[in-house]
């Protein structure tokens, strides 16, 4: 991903407890598989088939990761031996603890200590481990979601840190969490407004958005004033060019749009009231190098998830 922006609200009994919506910009003649289940049965994301990995990823047993890459191309980056799209399934994996005995928070803050951690990257087999350190892995600002707590890591030229997010809009970028790039700043506003309930009609009841509206805030052609780009490198015209939510070039584009809505439901087993049935959801539109929509797909699964520290149920994806 290179621009996303999403609403977390972990308190949330019912309704959406996340729900975020970003664009992948890459290269058209790179080779991707849009919106599947993986290799392993398991993860449900797209996949990056040049390198490995994926920009954004999901297990059904109830984890998100997701990430944009850092672009400072007037800095030194690191030699990267493994792809950033391999660091998602990595963190997606060890988001539920069934990879290593680590703690999620544990295993980011030794990522961002410099220390080495096991990690079940790309391939089919989930419980064979590798070693991973940050240093490994090109700059990024990688975001990790268990349903209980959603996580930050930034991993840029000035060096590492690792954040949990509180409740309420948040957005990435490809630069530092807090840099503020406008097309970063105009996606949170404009997703703010659209969940405000007084912006719908003077409502005060929380109604779920359409799939559209939520997709149409990112196919966006703005573009801010020239005084007001990130200075990342890059020659002003191909600054100017990314600046936008959603690029349109023969060569180099959005390729694609997602959003995910994580929601819960009370569930109505008397047998175990604490019990919550929660939905996952992704949608993945994918567009042309002319910016027309040329495919759409859904994913869904259901969870069980009980009130105590026990694994619930995991369903299946169902894509349509």
Not at 6 to 23: K, T
Not at 117 to 129: F, T
Not at 311 to 318: H, K, N, Q, Y
């Amino acid at each position: 991903m290179c621009l996303m922006a999403f609403d977390w609200q972990p308190d949330s009994p019912q309704g959406e407890c996340l729900l975020l919506i970003g664009n992948r910009d890459e290269f058209h003649a790179r080779a991707t598989a849009g919106l599947c289940v993986w290799p392993d049965g398991v993860l449900c994301g797209g996949r990056d088939l040049v390198a490995g990995g994926g920009w954004l990823v999901m297990h059904p047993a109830g984890s998100l990761a997701t990430l944009t890459n850092v672009r400072q191309l007037d800095h030194p980056a690191p030699t990267a031996s493994i792809s950033r799209g391999q660091l998602v399934a990595a963190a997606a994996r060890q988001a539920l603890g069934r990879c290593s005995r680590w703690r999620l928070e544990d295993w980011l803050r030794a990522l961002v200590a410099g220390e080495s951690v096991p990690a079940a990257l790309e391939g089919a087999d989930a419980q064979k481990l590798s070693a991973l350190t940050l240093e490994a892995v090109d700059w990024c600002n990688l975001l990790v979601c268990d349903g209980k707590a959603l996580w930050r890591l930034h991993h840029g030229p000035q060096g590492a840190e690792v954040t949990r997010l509180g409740a309420g809009a948040h957005s990435l970028s490809n630069g530092h969490p807090e840099s503020d790039w406008p097309k970063q700043r105009r996606l949170s506003d404009r997703l703010t407004a659209l969940l405000d309930p007084s912006v719908r009609a003077g409502q005060t009841t929380s109604r779920p958005l359409s799939d559209d509206a939520l997709l149409d805030l990112l196919k966006d052609d703005w573009r801010p004033a020239p005084t007001q780009l990130p200075a990342t490198g890059l020659s002003p015209e191909r600054e100017a060019l990314l600046s936008s939510p959603f690029i349109v070039s023969a060569e180099y584009g959005t390729r694609a749009s997602t959003l995910v809505r994580w929601q819960r439901h009370p569930t109505r087993d008397t047998a175990d009231p604490s019990g919550v049935v929660q939905t996952l959801t992704l949608l993945e539109r994918r567009f042309s190098p002319e910016g027309h929509t040329i495919a759409s797909r859904r994913a869904m699964t259901r969870l069980l998830a009980t009130g105590s520290d026990e694994e619930g149920d995991i369903g299946s994806w169902r894509l349509s």
